[in-house]
Each structure stands twice: as structure tokens, then as C-alpha cells.
């Protein structure tokens, strides 16, 4: 599966979007993208995946390049629940059976 | 509750103890998956069940640890002779053939003394 690239840590305002970018520069055409976030001491919890179009649910927005190099997870008004780490994540689809390659990931942390 | 459930919640042992996980996934998934999270990075994969059938473990998984999944609903993880590097959040997930998205359960947090 492809290797990701997010920023460590990023601040956002209450209220106000939230963007978390991320690199898969050497994504390959049959992975997707994956976004998952985890609340400190919880486990992960699933946002929201693409393959090549934009997707969007009741959690969040996410934008995919027409290259599919990167993309950004937009979670459009930002609460201090939203307070947590965030993983991009690449790989092929579930029914592989493959597991998830989690990285660091983003820790975002939702001022008031 | 029908989410993933894991027990014990936390568990402190004392090197060289043996200590034992487990997981209840999901009733109808079918896949599930252990990994193990230390402080400040992400969950690493250790290995993965398709209903009974162990097929995948990670190098990470060493000769200390052992996974079942009998008759493919709960599972169990175990871990011999414990040592100070095994201290570290124990996470399950699990998976059905129609979805794309794991469920994790809160997980199980070990301290070695």
C-alpha cells in the first residue's frame, strides 16, 4: 500500500473549517483513500473514503486530486469535539482483506 | 451494544507474566484484525482473521504472541513471558465483506511492570 504524508499537528477555530491535507504521491490506481480519526484514548474511528471523486457524508468532505496525489479532508464548522488525531490512509479495497497501514497522522486540535 | 467490545479495558502485569486479550467483534463480521498502538504513533497491524482462518501476521507478531479466533466470532490474544516493550494500547477491529469500513472496539491497554 502507498505511504502518506500529513502535517503533525494543525490548529482551526471553532466554527470554522477545518482542512487536513495529505500526500500519496505513489497512490496507485485501485487504492483508496481513507480517513480515520482517534479521540485520545479510543480507538479509531472511521470518517470517510474515495477513489476518485469527491465524496462527501454527514461527517465531513473529501477532495481528491484529478492526479489522485494527494487529498484534503475538510470538515466544514469545527466543534472541540473534533479535537483529535487524524490518519489518511491508502490501500486497496476491503475486499482484499488487506489491513490498514496507519501512519502518525494529524493531530488537530480545535481552539474556542 | 453492537459495537466492538474488548476486555479487559487495562491490565498491568509483571514481566515474564503471561497475559490474554479478547476481542468480540461485530456478530456478522466476518474479519478481524489486531493491532497494537504505542504513545504518539499510529496503530501498527499485527494480523487479521478471515472467520477462523489466521491469514496474515505481521513480523512485529513475534514467537511470544498467539492469536485464535475459534469458530470465527471472538478472538483472543495472547502474550507469553511479557516484557517492558509490550507495554501499549492492544486495539481489535472488525470487518464485513460488504462494507469498507473497520470497526474498532476501545481497546485494551497494557502496563509491564
Known amino acids: 500500500d502507498a505511504k502518506t504524508t500529513q502535517p503533525p499537528s494543525m490548529d482551526c477555530a471553532e466554527g470554522r473549517a477545518a482542512n487536513l491535507p495529505c500526500n500519496h504521491s505513489?497512490?496507485?490506481?485501485?487504492?483508496?483513500v481513507y480517513w480515520y480519526r482517534q479521540i485520545h484514548s479510543q480507538g479509531p474511528q472511521y470518517i470517510i473514503h474515495?477513489?476518485?471523486n469527491n465524496e462527501t457524508n454527514e461527517m465531513a468532505s473529501l477532495i481528491i486530486t484529478e492526479d489522485r496525489k494527494s487529498s484534503t479532508l475538510i470538515l466544514p464548522h469545527a466543534t472541540l469535539r473534533d479535537t483529535a488525531v487524524y490518519y489518511c490512509i491508502v490501500r486497496t479495497s476491503a475486499n482484499t482483506g488487506n489491513q490498514f497501514y496507519f501512519g502518525t497522522g494529524t493531530s488537530l486540535t480545535v481552539i474556542p | 451494544d453492537t459495537g466492538v467490545s474488548q476486555d479487559p479495558r487495562h491490565k498491568i502485569t509483571k514481566r515474564g507474566q503471561n497475559v490474554t486479550f479478547r476481542c468480540d467483534p461485530i456478530?456478522?463480521?466476518?474479519?478481524l484484525y489486531w493491532y497494537r498502538q504505542t504513545l504518539g504513533q499510529g496503530p501498527e497491524f499485527l494480523t487479521y482473521?478471515?472467520?477462523?482462518?489466521?491469514?496474515?501476521k505481521s513480523r512485529l507478531l513475534s514467537d511470544r504472541f498467539s492469536a485464535e479466533r475459534p469458530k470465527g466470532s471472538f478472538s483472543t490474544l495472547e502474550i507469553q513471558r511479557t516484557e517492558q516493550g509490550d507495554s501499549a494500547m492492544y486495539l481489535c477491529a472488525s470487518l464485513a465483506d460488504s462494507y469498507n469500513e473497520q470497526f474498532f472496539g476501545p481497546g485494551t491497554r497494557l502496563t509491564v511492570l
Open positions: 505513489t497512490i496507485s490506481g485501485n487504492e483508496y
Open positions: 482473521f478471515q472467520n477462523e482462518a489466521q491469514l496474515e
Open positions: 474515495g477513489l476518485k
Open positions: 456478530s456478522e463480521h466476518n474479519r
